[in-house]
């Protein structure tokens, strides 16, 4: 992908905290990242490693309290997403950039029929009246593979199944044509073979809209298949970035490695034994002045006590916050 | 692989297990949902029967039914050489001891009211006479045998993991040393990193203490990884039976086919040029399954006799069992011959035995 | 609610009863602390506070009477000149009591149909009729039925007052506890499909065992939230039973029975109509509050947030 | 829904005649008398006489089984010959006649219908229009001080008998300002925009009592559905797809929100009908609640039997509205 | 007093009435309220004040009491007495002749027939008629002519004013009820609820238990009267209430019994809009003394003749209990004005009152103390007194009632005092008067060791209302527990002064024989009268001509009632 082209959505630096009763959580540190025009970004990470709670904090979508959002900037279309009011805000969601939420049978309203959930955003965004705002729900529902969408637009959702719900959901996020999707883990709910439908949907889509879009998921076989660039996510940073091939063939963080050798495989030989990552991921409740990742770290060492690695690069479009490097067996030089 | 002559630790014909559905004025039996639908299968000590399948397919409701936590509708049920299809409550309990479970959403399965060495003496409270400072004893011992702290007897499921709160659904599993333990989907609320310590610790178990499993799940990467042998259901029925790298390497059911071809694999390289069959639509309901074979309305090679006649569920290569009616004609077309052609170019690499 | 609060890596927490927090959220909820605080000042005033103020609640100095509050009175003294702090005092021990005792025998009998109803099928439409009808029964007649029924034998067996407050107890707590059988029900239902019901029975735990192991403690919090509810209705119905003249002898105060008895003086000496309106009306709110705290501390879904 | 409806009415038929069963046994063992409010220089033998007049001499079965007759058969004839002019009751058709006034329960029902509605029925509906609003905003806004001064009002709202506060509400609007009559007129009729003005003086303090208990317990409701729903997915769907917080709230939640309220709202109507036994008394509304009260201290059994039937029949009633409310509000539930 | 005088007393009273003399319906509404609600209109169907007091406003009888206790002619010409000869010698039938031109509302004549026509409908088979003793012993009623009606008993009638007299025994219409007797009687809702009449209103809307609105008669005799057009008569509530809307919201004219604290009601009257009014009659308030025993533990015998009290039957301890009562004080919390501590049972007319025992009206709480010394009852180490193992300890019973549950709980402190122990129970009015066989809670069972009512007769004459102390009066399982004689006293010399009484017809003998009865019982200290209770009613400044009468409705005069403006 050309690396010169303006990002479409520019993340420095975000930082979210929850409020709680014990204390604060912190559960986004620093995390940066861009999204390219028209490439799927994938964002791994196990539940609790920051990943939709720094999606949310984009958008302002994170109720607040408990949640805050620190710091940071959100670039989007020449503008600070941080800074602008709730209504722009308001303007842009559902309009050019669109969600799609893992379980879809709790994200639809269930009162309200899939038609008028679908049509809510054309008439608020588009200014549609009834008629033109139905006659778009039904080239939607055609588009993500909804047959006979005139009777079914007249449906609740409880009355479709899960793969068609999601596929209800995606029409939804992708009513007014958005420049960014934002897909948190949105298979991870349905069955394997509505699975596989839903991702082949979503690979036609793209070819056909061009947008782009993040892709949450803790599955690194659906990564394998979809993603463009990945992000890797532990503690509320980002601790990994590549191109989706580079990543798997060269991995460079230890969590990404021993994330990677966890998973078993269907294909290829099989291990006598499950490789394991031991103990738990963290919760933190002070921003991180160490490797968040140290304690289950096989290669960690005195430093990784002390300091928090920053991203540096370790290939072409591939950067690790990692002070070991693999290759050399040796502490890197940063 | 399997040397000695084996035993068959369970075994199960002709299992059926279905929900009334009432309706109308007077709430008469309009009809049943066939959750399991005429289910055999055996289980060899010291195997691990995986059984894998779509969520609704019924493969949660045959491993409760397996250890009679449902009254079935029909069906045999033998464990250990004793029958326990029909047995009544006392005789149930007493064979309790010997089978246990391990469940699906550690949170849910562990009563939040109660400290984890309650909850782990629970099985011990009801079908031993141990006294207490025994009993505490066996506690402790089953916590180290699922590497839990010693230190976290006294304390209550939602102050830990879900991964720890598993090794503590497994301790209590073990707690009267039973001989089979079916375990219901016991990773799919884990996180990827977890999942793995739990399966090496099933595994580790399984080898110590000779356990045999009924692995039930629907991550068919994680199934070929612990299961011996493998069975696949559909809609209630199972449609393909099989040891693991037989079924794996050579699925002959379409449908255990396009379950496997729609499992991601975690590698760009692979994952990009793997051919996925999508099967369109989804699956029907059990209330009200299509006539002849369950999987006709999906199939991508249905054929005009799916449509009427259910295929028989047999054994088509030598501890290979699918129910499906391509299989019937290759049979009639070359009797007794392996049906090997069915694998897809891209299984190659898969180890064949 | 996922991992909680797990410090850096490793979970190192000292062992912590369930009720720490449960307390730990309760008293982040300023109006249930300053209920509790408030129903703990009424249960001691009306148990420890007769031995302090020692002035008989039934004396009657009749040259004292209709007086406004003083240093002898600090509460005044009604029309026979009895004395109205003395009274409040004697009088919120009887509220209180037939608040908790009437509370404790309706979630009793509540908990016990609910659980019943809940948890074994066949009961189920049964004991729900059961509960539609008392949910329709008028409560004035039966009441007088059941004190020509049972006054005599409850008079012999427990003296005058015992009689009438187990009575009067019995009637608050036969007549209302449907509701809480109804969403006890209801809890049991869905409990009965959670996994951990299941897993005991897999290891065999017979029906009783499950009710009192796994049942009962996880209906807990809506028959806590019932039990402050129960508390507060009964303290209003008592009061009501004396407006319909239905409740304790003239002679044994009740807060509804003294606040009932000077409505009539609400304009000559509106203070009398004040102390019991206010003991009243101030326990009911205190321990709405403590139900309301209570609600929010129980449900773990609030307590993690 | 249809035939749902159908199986819960004729299951509610054994269960209303078993409780008309009990009503019955209650309110006739109840130790009361129809003479007993009569002057104690009536002697004994007159009062035996007109207990023998009133038919309370008979077997108990046979009172029972006459009730049942007299208000299943007789009653509905009677009632279609008032109404249409027919003549389907003939003479030997007793109809239920009240002990104290020796006229037809029915007719008295009637009669006092109409204030009861007025009063508890306004009240009822005025609690729920200020309940509505306080319990939305309440949870939008939980823990902040609208939503604790509402919660203060409301428990306040049913932690006060109402004796008390009608009597207060007579004192200083009645005695001290003399802004509203302290007894209610049943017999006022409104008829131009004044006589309507004097019905609204005399109904505003009773209406104020029973709309103030009313509303406090329906916004607890009301608040506890909207929180129920507030963290529901759906509510992010909603914000995602750039919703205003006023459409978010006011149509993606409250209509959620409003069902089980709705539901809440329906068991409460018979209590309605029912009338409000102390407020009616407090303000001399005379309707249902008093005729009930005054039954009751009387004696009068085929009064007290008759309407707490009736009350059952509606709670039954209003059971079955709840919950097919339920089902028509709510998509996802589907009875059969 | 002779009945001549009583009558001359009554023309004088008669004479005083109101000079405003306006034209009919001139003075608009007069709105009265009663807070109890009457439930029909038919007296003869409802013995309850509220339903007479209603029906009296509709409804006349013959003769009726003025407030000073004499008979006045209302419907008749005159009151038929021996002197006159409107009654014979033998006192066996009454002769009354109705005045000419009297007319019911609807326009129809009043004949001696509506007169006999009423005594057949109190007295016909199966009705139930409340007032049917009114009509004992009457064995016919002739009606010679229109305006002629004799009454003839069965027995010797030395008080032969029982028919037709009063409110409880009004006239009403022949034409109206004739298809009401009997059983038929409770299907006339109609007529019970607007009965014809030939009082100053008739009815034009009754609401049981509600409502009653009222219109001027237009065929009422006297031309001139009411003055008022219309009443509206609300019934229901409570005294309080009723107080507050006549003396200090004036949304009312006219409220009845006020039964309140005489502090609440001063207070009432000092707002200055209106003004109480009281009147004695015979009510009493009194302590009843159980004479047998009511101990659970006897069964069925329990209250019963077959068991006397184990220490109530010892005079001594009855007359301690007397002693011990401060009657004044009782007087002055209770009903202030409306009460007056009376140490007789038979309190009024004035002619049978007593003087013997008013002793009784000083509390002497040491002497009651000696007095059972005397008798050997000494305290024991809880103070309370016994004897022989008996301990003095009682039970004390009454009516739910604020005041009433102040005079217990006062009562209650005095015994103790002198070393009684007291328990106090109050029962539901209801329950409490109720004759119901099957509650254990009526005060004619008596389940309990004192209890304390009121009571009083009708009318003037108290020949019945001593004859309840007879023997054969005394309630038990095998009169159903019917009877008056609540006490259980038994005592053959009352038994034949009643007997005397029954047959002497000059009224000083009569009244001698009535005042020895009285003393007797006095004396025995069997029943402790304490107050003897007024009727208070209020009415607004604005309302003129009301009289208070407690013989007889208390709406007996409302068609000289009239507004001042």
Redesign the interface.
Known sequence: MPDGAAPVLDVRDLQTVFR????E?HAVNSVSFHLQPGELLGVVG???SGKSVTMMSL?G?L?SP?AEVRAGRVEFGGRDLLKVREKEL??????RI??V?Q?PM???????TVGYQLR??LR??MGMDKSAAHKRAVELMDLVGIPDADRRLED?P?QF?G??RQRV?IA?ALACDPEVLIADEPTTAL???????I??LMKELRQRLGMAVIWIT????????I?DRVIVMYGGQVVEQAP??EL??NPQHPYTR???Q??????????P?????????????APPRAC?F???CSHAFDRCARENPARVPVGPGHDAACFWDAEREAPRDV | MFDAPRRKLVEVNGLKMYFPIHGGILRRRLGEVRAVDDVSFDIYEGETLGLVG??GCGKSTCGRAVLRLYDITEGSIRIDGEEIGDAGYKLLRARRPKMQMVFQDPQASLNPRMTVARIIGEPLDEHTALSKPEKLDRIYELMDAVGLNRNFANRYPHEF?G??RQRIGIARALALNPKFIVCDEPIAAL???????V??LL?DLQSKFGLTYLFIS?D???V??IATRVAVMYLGKVVELAPRDAL?GAPMHPYTQ???????????????RRE?I??KG??PSPANPPKGCNFSTRCPQVMDICRQIDPEFREVVPGHYAACHLHDIQQTRTAGEPAAQEVSP??Q???VT | M??????????IRPPRNQWLDVW??FK?HKGALMGAAFFVFILLAVTIGPLIWTIDPTYIDIRARNQGPSLGHPFGTDQLGRDTLARMLSGGQVSVAVGVAAMALSLVVGTFIGVLAGYFRRLDGILMRLTDLFLALPLLPLLLVIIMLFRDALRSAFGPEGGIFILIVGVIGITSWMQTARIVRGDVLALKEREFVLAARSIGTPSHRMITRHVLPNVLSPIMVSATLGIANAIITESALSFLGLGFPSDFPTWGRLLFDSTDYLQQYPERVIWPGLAISLTVLSVNYMGDGLRDALDPRI??? | MLTYTIRRLLIAIPTLLFISLIIFLVVTLAPSDPTANLPLSIPSEVRAQIRESLGLNEPLLVRYLLWLRQFFVYEPLHILDQAFGWSLATDDMQRILSWQTRSPVADLIVQRMPQTLWVVGTSYIIGVLIALPIGIVSAYRQYSWFDQVGTFVSMAGFSVPTFFTGVLLIVIFSVQLGWFPSIYDTTHEVTDLASFWVQVKQMIMPVAVLALYNAAQISRFMRASMLDNL????V?????????EQ?VVLV?VL??SM?PVVTVIALGVPTVFGGAIITEQVFKVNGIGQLLIIAIQGGDVPTVQTLTFIFAVLIVLFNLVADVLYGL????IRYD | MKLRHALLGAAATLAFAPAAMAERGSDGQVNIIYWQAPSTMNPYLSGGTKDLEAASLVLEPLARYDQDGNMVPWLAETIPTVENGGVTEDLTSITWKLKPGLKWADGSPVTSADVKFSWEYCTAEGGGCAQSEKYNDVVDVETPDELTVIVRFGVAKPFPYGPFVGAQAPVIQAAQFAECLGAKAPECTDANFKPQGTGPFTVVDFRPNDVIQLEANPNYRDPEKPAFASVLFKGGGDATAAGRSVLETSEFDYAWNLQLAPDVLANMVSAGNGKIVSGFGTLVERILINMTDPSPELGDRRSTVDTPHPFLTDMAVRQALSMAIDRELLVEIGYGDAGRPTCNVLPAPEIYKSTANDGCLVQDIERAKALLDEAGWVPGPDGVRAKDGVRLSLLYQTSTNAVRQDFQALIKQWWEEIGVETELRNIDASVFFGGDPGSPDTFQKFYADVEMYANNFDGTDPESYMANWLCKEIPSPETQWQGNNINRYCSEAYDALVAEMAVTGALEERAELAKAMNDMLMQEYVILPLVDRGRVSAHSNTLGGVVLNTWDSELWNVADWYRIE
Do not use: C, W
């Open positions: 709680t009763r014990t204390g959580v196990e539940s609790g958008i979508l109720p408990p308001r303007a842009l969601r559902g309009a669109g969600f939420f379980d709790t994200s639809l309203n269930p009162v309200f809510e955003p608020k965004h609740y409880h199944s793969g068609m959901m939804i069955d394997v073979t509505i699975q596989a439908q991702l082949e803790h599955d690194l076989g659906v990564i394998a298949g993603a989706v091939k798997f063939a021993a994330l990677l966890t998973v078993p495989h269907l294909e290829g030989a099989r291990a034994r499950l490789k394991v990552i031991e103990g738990q991921p963290p919760v933190l409740s968040p140290r304690a289950r | 779509e969520s993991s991964g720890q996180d990827v990193s977890i999942q793995a310590q399966v090496n595994e629907h068919l990467s994680m070929r990884h794996y396009a379950l496997l071809s729609a499992v991601p694999e975690p590698d760009p390289n692979i994952e990009t996925h999508i099967l989804d699956v891209s299984d690499q898969g180890e | 996922t991992d909680m609060p797990v410090e850096e890596t490793e979970i730990d959220q982040t307590r993690g947030r | 963290n529901q997915d759906y992010r769907t909603a914000r995602a797809k750039g919703l205003s459409v993606h209509r959620n069902i509000l709510d998509p996802r």
